[in-house]
């Protein structure tokens, strides 16, 4: 006869409740506040593409005119140290949503409690250790499950939490999803269930984290709804950013907003190529959803798409520096969304 699993309650299933953890501040940090950009101060590199300079126009055109920005976002953003460059673009007005994975949220809320994070997963992925941080989960869940009980969305749900215990988060000003509720900017977080480090922790509630990552979907939809003339980038989300889009944008003119003249991009290290040339289903590059999901397909009815290529610490500085110059133009006309 099999020995008795105690990890096992539900056949077939594990338990959480043995999982061990440990303090986050016993880890080593590859990124943290002190090696972070500034802006204004670092360097700006080199680097400019083909439409960059057009979809810097579009994107200061949209703003005067009170249209949407959605700044969506793979969670390397936060890894290379520019969140401050997010943050100075929420606070100009020149960023109207912020979406990311929940990598993103983890990272960002990390910085604020911990002042480092991202840790060294090929080490600590061989003895069991990789995303066991006691803080990082009890926090986070906690936060999400008091969110969901007052029926709130997962972004909102973190700041709050933030604002509610700041003795402990004494980083908050560099934290993004922070800065979106201080300066009323939503920021969403579109959860795939079993992906991020939060999910491993015995006070994981999945139910919470489906309820309020769905509150923030319907947030996200109703900005999609508003971008007819308006702007969405994509930074580094190759899945999660993609495919969420599609799918708020396909709501979006299903429930009858006309949202087809939209100026969409996408940055990322891959190279694509000549991206508006016909591909098939043998070419790798066709199965690169913000290509499709992005570029190509959003755009088809009107507007226009880019995909370019860089590392985000060429490309997000140099976004940066480039709506900073144009500011003057942008300040008189932002409103709010309609």
């Known amino acids: 006869m099999e020995a008795e699993d105690k990890n096992v309650k539900i056949p077939g299933q594990l338990d959480f409740s043995n999982i061990k953890t440990f303090s986050v501040k016993s880890r080593k940090n590859l ?28 994107i200061v055109k949209a703003r005067k005119n009170s249209r949407a920005v959605i700044f969506s976002m793979g969670a390397h953003v936060i890894k290379s140290g520019l969140s401050r460059y997010i943050i100075e673009l929420i606070k100009r007005g020149l960023i109207t949503h912020v ?36 803080e990082t989960g009890g926090w986070m869940n906690e936060a999400i499950r008091e969110g969901a009980e007052e029926e709130r ?42 992906t991020d480090i939060i999910h491993q922790h015995p006070k994981v509630d999945f139910e919470a984290i489906g309820k309020t990552s769905g509150i923030d979907f319907h947030k996200y939809c109703y900005s999609v709804s508003r971008m007819n003339e308006g702007v969405f980038l994509n930074f580094g989300s190759a899945v999660i950013g993609a495919e969420v889009f599609l799918k708020a944008l ?17 940055f990322d290290i891959i190279d694509l190529g000549d991206y508006r040339k016909k591909i098939g289903y043998d ?28 590392d985000h610490k060429q490309t997000i500085p140099n976004l940066y520096s480039k709506l900073i110059e144009k500011l003057p133009e942008v300040e008189h006309g932002v409103g709010n969304l309609l």
């Open 99 to 134: 979406a990311g994975n929940g990598a993103c949220s983890i990272h960002d809320f990390e910085l604020a409690f911990n002042g480092g994070t991202s840790e060294d997963v090929p080490t600590a992925i061989e003895d069991g250790t990789f995303g066991m941080w006691e």
């Open 153 to 194: 969305g997962y972004g909102e749900s973190i700041a709050l939490y933030i604002e509610r215990h700041a003795e402990k988060f004494p980083y908050k000003e560099d934290c993004i999803l922070y800065q979106c509720y201080k300066n009323n900017v939503p920021a969403t977080y579109h959860i795939a269930l079993g």
């Open 283 to 310: 070419d790798p590059h066709y199965y690169y959803r913000p290509r499709k999901n992005i570029v190509d397909r959003p755009t088809s009815m009107g507007g226009k798409g880019w995909h370019f290529c860089g």
């Open 31 to 58: 990124v943290t506040i002190d090696n972070i950009a500034v802006p204004g101060k670092d360097i700006v590199p080199e680097w400019n593409r083909e439409g960059f300079d057009e979809l810097i126009g579009r």
């Open 250 to 266: 396909s709501i979006s003119r299903n429930l009858g907003y006309p949202t087809y003249n939209i100026t969409t991009a996408n």
